[in-house]
């Protein structure tokens, strides 16, 4: 009986140890997946509908897409789609067509643990043109894949739904 008690100890020990281990944010083919729609009315602006343009960065931390989302200019600064600081590990732009229902898969880079996206909508507001995602992790803390879904309205980005 000890025997098994010990054993079933150390099994349940192990186990503690390695979930607590750090997560390894390593790349992965595909792990990301952004469905977009366009609105019939996308970017409406003086009674008409307009192409939008989106970019999207991957983030080992949120600091320098935060601080550049709430400093004067910085939207514009993120709509450049440039690598802003060390925090960006990629960024890619995207065109969103009015009534498009576009789907891009994305490799997720390495040390990648966010996913931010800016929509270039004419009426440019942080809370309407900005969205963060964070990749999740499994209960044995490795990195998911993450799968996205969202409607460019007319003048915002409207959340559908956040599958993980």
């Given at each position: 009986?000890?025997?098994?008690?010990?054993?079933?100890?150390?099994?349940?020990?192990?186990?503690?140890?390695?979930?607590?281990?750090?997560?390894?944010?390593?790349?992965?083919?595909?792990?990301?997946?952004?469905?977009?729609?366009?609105?019939?009315?996308?970017?409406?602006?003086q009674k008409k509908a307009h192409t939008l343009i989106l970019c999207t960065y991957h983030?080992?931390?949120?600091?320098?897409?935060?601080?550049?989302?709430?400093?004067?200019?910085?939207?514009?600064?993120?709509?450049?789609?440039?690598?802003?600081?060390?925090?960006?590990?990629?960024?890619?732009?995207?065109?969103?067509?009015?009534?498009?229902?576009?789907?891009?898969?994305?490799?997720?880079?390495?040390?990648?643990?966010?996913?931010?996206?800016?929509?270039?909508?004419y009426s440019l507001k942080k809370d309407q043109s900005t969205r963060l995602f964070q990749i999740p992790?499994?209960?044995?803390?490795?990195?998911?894949?993450?799968?996205?879904?969202?409607?460019?309205?007319?003048?915002?980005?409207?959340?559908?739904?956040?599958?993980?």
């Open positions: 009986m000890k025997v098994f008690i010990r054993l079933v100890l150390v099994l349940f020990s192990t186990i503690l140890v390695c979930s607590c281990t750090a997560t390894k944010w390593s790349y992965e083919k595909d792990a990301i997946r952004l469905h977009i729609t366009g609105d019939p009315e996308l970017n409406l602006y983030l080992k931390d949120l600091n320098g897409f935060n601080q550049l989302v709430d400093e004067k200019g910085g939207l514009e600064k993120l709509l450049e789609c440039n690598r802003f600081d060390q925090s960006v590990t990629h960024s890619k732009r995207l065109v969103v067509q009015p009534n498009q229902d576009l789907t891009e898969p994305m490799n997720r880079t390495e040390d990648a643990k966010y996913l931010g996206i800016v929509a270039g909508y992790v499994s209960w044995t803390n490795s990195p998911k894949k993450l799968y996205v879904t969202l409607h460019m309205g007319p003048q915002g980005i409207q959340e559908r739904k956040e599958n993980q």
